[in-house]
């Protein structure tokens, strides 16, 4: 009789052990829970903003070290800049889907490479010469700039190609200001893409420096017809320089890292 009540109860502890098991199996497993750990699994930057920042950073880093930018003594800081203003103006539908980023720094002195232009889908370097400032703003390193009329200054910002026309430079093109304040006048200030025989390393040998425009991005002459064929069609060109008031909406980097996220497609 203490046999058979013996594995009565150990036949009843087995069973509730095993009803115990299985519900905090069950618990331990409820949709809700598991859509979470997905979520994370699938998507962690949608939960970490930290997380979120690096990979627009490292984004960034890569595009810059892929099309090998630093060898041409492209600063960084001037590019990461250049291309969040792209991502912003490509977001608003301000330019077209051609990938080209053109960027001008004169931060650097007239004698140097300092224009550049990327074909950021294929990540590689088209172009990298010479471009003249304004007159009106300094000798081989510019350190003033304008917006208004009759200057002879250039003007910092982002701009979007315009209309291809021949003038007293021969074949040019117009651009579209987008910085109010900074370059909108662009066009009433005839700040035009050209050619210029000062722009030069013949010029820049005989006289320690390029020659200097009236305020526009001049170029080598030779270089002029390829340079506005690649660039064309409403793409995006960025000119830095030393001006501590410079101020875009466009460079917000916040709302480019926004755009870049939501592009990413999650499994």
Known sequence: MKKQSFWI????????????IS????????????????????????????????????????????????????????????????????AGNLVSEKPLLTIVDFNKRSSEKRLWIIDLANQKLLFNTLVAHGQGSGGDVPDKF???????????????????YQGKHGL???????????NTNAKERAVVIHGAEYVSEQ?????????????CPALPVELTGKIIDNIKGRTCLFIAGPQAEYTSQYTDKALAMNGF???IKTI
């Not at 109860?9 to 115990?20: E, G, K």
């Not at 690096?54 to 892929?66: K, L, P, R």
């Not at 040019?172 to 900074?182: H, N, Q, R, V, Y």
């Not at 010029?203 to 305020?215: A, I, K, N, T």
């Open 9 to 20: 109860l150990a036949l009843l502890f087995l069973v509730t052990a095993f009803t115990a």
């Open 23 to 90: 519900w905090i199996s069950v618990k331990e497993n409820t949709p809700s829970e598991i859509t979470d750990q997905t979520l994370i699994k699938v998507s962690p930057v949608l939960n970490d903003v930290t997380s979120a920042e690096e990979q627009f950073e490292q984004h960034i880093s890569g595009v810059y070290n892929a099309t090998e930018l630093g060898k041409s003594q492209l600063d960084y800081e001037v590019f990461k800049k250049a291309f969040i203003g792209y991502l912003n103006l490509k």
């Open 146 to 164: 304008s917006n208004l009329p009759n200057s002879h200054q250039s003007s910092l910002g982002f701009y979007v190609t315009s209309e291809i």
């Open 172 to 182: 040019s093109m117009k651009l579209d200001g987008m910085d109010k304040g900074f």
């Open 203 to 215: 010029f820049v040998s005989q006289h320690g420096r390029l020659g200097r425009s009236h305020g």
């Open 261 to 263: 996220l939501a592009s």
